[in-house]
């Protein structure tokens, strides 16, 4: 089992910037498909950006450009830097693990990232 535990939301302007990470358990990190999503209240969860064990990237059109997102394999994290964020920004994202061969989805919490206008 994958245990996530994502960090760093918070309060902002919109223009401004903040960076995301979410710490991963478990040995074989480096295998896992990661990803961003994220859910505003009242609203469907919806993926962000997409980091795979072998690199490659893919983002949300809604993101692309401002949005970065990145792995450290030897800290278990992934990371999520976010910049000219936009009130419609606003929702809890949360961090998705997808273990090599396994068939489970693994998801933290979610932490709170709010654009004020």
């Known amino acids: 089992q994958v245990q996530l535990v994502e960090s760093g939301g918070g309060l902002v302007q919109a223009g401004g910037s903040l960076r995301l990470s979410c710490t991963a358990s478990?040995?074989?990190?480096?295998?896992?498909?990661m990803g961003w999503y994220r859910q505003a209240p009242g609203k469907e969860r919806v993926w962000v950006a997409s980091?795979?064990?072998?690199?490659?990237?893919y983002y949300a059109d809604s993101v692309k450009g401002r949005f970065t997102i990145s792995r450290d394999n030897a800290k278990n994290t992934v990371y999520l830097q976010m910049n000219s964020l936009k009130p419609e920004d606003t929702a809890s994202y949360l961090c998705?693990?997808?273990?090599?061969?396994?068939?489970?989805?693994?998801w933290g919490q979610g932490t709170q990232v709010t654009v004020s206008s």
């Open positions: 478990g040995r074989t990190f480096s295998t896992y498909r």
């Open positions: 980091i795979y064990s072998g690199g490659s990237i």
């Open positions: 998705k693990a997808v273990p090599l061969g396994d068939t489970i989805d693994y």
